[in-house]
């Protein structure tokens, strides 16, 4: 039977792209959305990709849309947190809301999920948990002290449950996109990322969500039981950590 692996943000963005690639790699996916139905419901009718909508921030909603999910198509035994969403102004502007919808949505969602899917995965001795963190969690950025924190936060998740989770046959490892050419990026203020960005990626382009979705499949597949409490990096050279 085909493993079952829940994707968080699944249905846009580099998470759209992950929902595809572990499709085609052989897993049974449900892909969470927070919010935008119009592009989920495109997603499923040309996925065919199981969508569930919850707020990954809400601890109870993460526990009931698991629940169901588990009820739908079977344990979960790769988790992919990867729903994030950006806020960005400079701190002395920053107002307590766009400081803490980051954070909920960017690292509270790694408690949460990954609290109710844990339990089940040591039972049955076997767990993939891959968490999207960034570039800028890793070099900090002007104008995201709120995502740099949450981004930064995520590394010390993964690294703390990676050991708790080592003899149970569950790893848990970090994945640091670059800028990758999605809605999230092309949000930025052109002029900011023609003449502050993109001339400091040596490749000289932006990312493919495609490229991090490679990523993902890599750290999922059972032969990749070795790597542990690491971080993948894949920024073009922008930041070689
Ligand atoms: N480094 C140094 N200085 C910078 C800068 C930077 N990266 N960006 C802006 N500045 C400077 C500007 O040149 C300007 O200086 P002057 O007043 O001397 O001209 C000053 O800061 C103010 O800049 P703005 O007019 O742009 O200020 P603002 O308040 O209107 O906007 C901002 C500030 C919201 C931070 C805007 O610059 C911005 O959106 N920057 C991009 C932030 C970014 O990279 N976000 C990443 C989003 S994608 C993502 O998060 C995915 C991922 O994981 C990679």
Same mark, same amino acid.
């Given at each position: 039977?085909?493993?079952?692996?829940?994707?968080?943000?699944?249905t846009?963005?580099?998470?759209?792209?992950? %929902?595809?690639?572990?499709?085609?790699?052989g897993? *049974?996916?449900?892909?969470?959305?927070g919010g $935008?139905?119009?592009a &989920?419901?495109?997603? /499923?009718e040309?996925?065919g990709? #199981?969508?569930? /909508?919850?707020?990954?921030?809400?601890?109870?909603?993460?526990?009931a849309? @698991?629940?169901?999910?588990?009820?739908?198509?079977?344990p979960?035994d790769?988790?992919?947190?990867? &729903?994030?969403?950006?806020?960005?102004?400079?701190? #002395?502007?920053?107002?307590?809301?766009?400081?803490?919808?980051?954070? %909920?949505? $960017?690292?509270?969602?790694?408690f949460?999920?990954?609290?109710?899917?844990?339990?089940?995965?040591?039972?049955?001795n076997?767990?993939?948990?891959?968490?999207?963190? %960034? @570039? $800028? =969690?890793?070099k900090?950025?002007?104008?995201?002290?709120?995502?740099?924190a949450?981004?930064?936060?995520?590394?010390?998740?993964?690294?703390?449950? &990676?050991? +708790? %989770?080592?003899?149970?046959?569950?790893?848990?490892?970090?994945?640091?996109? =670059? !800028? @990758?050419?999605?809605e999230?990026?092309?949000?930025?203020? +052109? +002029?900011?990322? $023609?003449t /502050?960005?993109?001339?400091?990626?040596?490749? =000289?382009?932006?990312g493919?969500?495609? +490229?991090?979705?490679r990523?993902?499949?890599?750290?999922?597949?059972?032969?990749?039981g070795?790597?542990t409490?690491a *971080?993948?990096t894949?920024n073009?050279?922008? !930041?070689?950590?």
């Amino acid at each position: 039977m085909a493993r079952v692996a829940l994707v968080t943000g699944g249905t846009r963005g580099i998470g759209e792209a992950i %929902s595809r690639g572990l499709k085609e790699a052989g897993f *049974t996916v449900a892909a969470t959305y927070g919010g $935008n139905d119009e592009a &989920a419901n495109k997603f /499923k009718e040309e996925t065919g990709i #199981h969508v569930f /909508k919850w707020d990954v921030g809400d601890f109870d909603a993460c526990k009931a849309g @698991i629940a169901k999910v588990e009820a739908d198509l079977g344990p979960v035994d790769v988790l992919v947190n990867n &729903a994030g969403i950006t806020r960005d102004g400079t701190l #002395h502007r920053m107002t307590p809301e766009n400081w803490r919808a980051v954070i %909920s949505t $960017n690292l509270d969602s790694l408690f949460n999920m990954t609290r109710n899917v844990i339990e089940g995965m040591r039972d049955r001795n076997y767990g993939r948990i891959i968490s999207i963190s %960034s @570039i $800028n =969690g890793q070099k900090g950025q002007f104008g995201q002290a709120n995502y740099s924190a949450a981004k930064a936060g995520v590394f010390g998740f993964t690294k703390a449950v &990676a050991q +708790e %989770s080592a003899a149970k046959g569950i790893t848990v490892n970090a994945i640091a996109p =670059g !800028y @990758i050419g999605t809605e999230m990026v092309r949000a930025v203020p +052109e +002029e900011v990322l $023609n003449t /502050k960005i993109l001339p400091l990626i040596p490749v =000289g382009r932006l990312g493919e969500p495609e +490229e991090i979705a490679r990523c993902v499949v890599f750290l999922a597949g059972e032969d990749a039981g070795f790597i542990t409490g690491a *971080t993948l990096t894949a920024n073009g050279g922008q !930041y070689m950590a």
